[in-house]
């Protein structure tokens, strides 16, 4: 065989093996995606049966950060302790927490950075905004770093 017929030979195979790298990358990331997905998933359906616990299950504990109204929460324990005391007196009063317009940009294999809207409709003082999130795999599972939320209240409607 000609050496120029061994380097097309050569060129041709790692351009195959190339192509097989990118797209298991892209399989792997999409997949981590979705693994995200499913936490916020969880997350939603906690909120909205009330185990505020459960919840907070899609935190870092203790470590996680976060941010809302202009204030750092103290921790995992003070963010839960927040939501129990602002949210948890009755149903009404935690309302229905639903994610949208999730998007999800992947940092590392151990970092991603999660932005979505969100909206907590209740009877008195509905919220909509946005949460800003970096997502951090730990111990093969991943969980909320940082939290910051940007909210505002919804106008209720008034009758007439």
Not at 16 to 33: C, H, P, Q, R, T
Not at 134 to 147: C, S, T, Y
Request: glycine share 6%; with cysteine.
């Amino acid at each position: 065989m000609s050496s120029r017929l061994r380097t097309i030979l050569a060129a041709f195979a790692f351009a195959l093996m190339a192509s097989n790298v990118s797209a298991a990358g892209a399989a792997s990331e999409e997949a981590e995606k979705q693994a995200i997905l499913a936490v916020i998933a969880r997350m939603e359906a906690a909120w909205n049966r009330g185990d505020f616990r459960g919840y907070m299950e899609g935190f870092s504990n203790p470590d996680v950060v976060f941010v809302s109204r202009g204030e750092f929460q103290k921790d995992w324990q003070g963010t839960l302790d927040h939501y129990i005391r602002d949210y948890g007196a009755s149903d009404a009063t935690r309302g229905v927490l639903h994610f949208s317009d999730i998007r999800i940009e992947m940092l590392a294999p151990d970092a991603a950075q999660l932005v979505s809207r969100f909206r907590l409709d209740r009877q008195k003082d509905p919220l909509d905004g946005i949460s800003t999130r970096l997502m951090r795999k730990r111990d093969g599972k991943w969980v909320i770093a940082l939290n910051h939320v940007s909210s505002r209240e919804i106008p209720c409607a008034t009758e007439h």
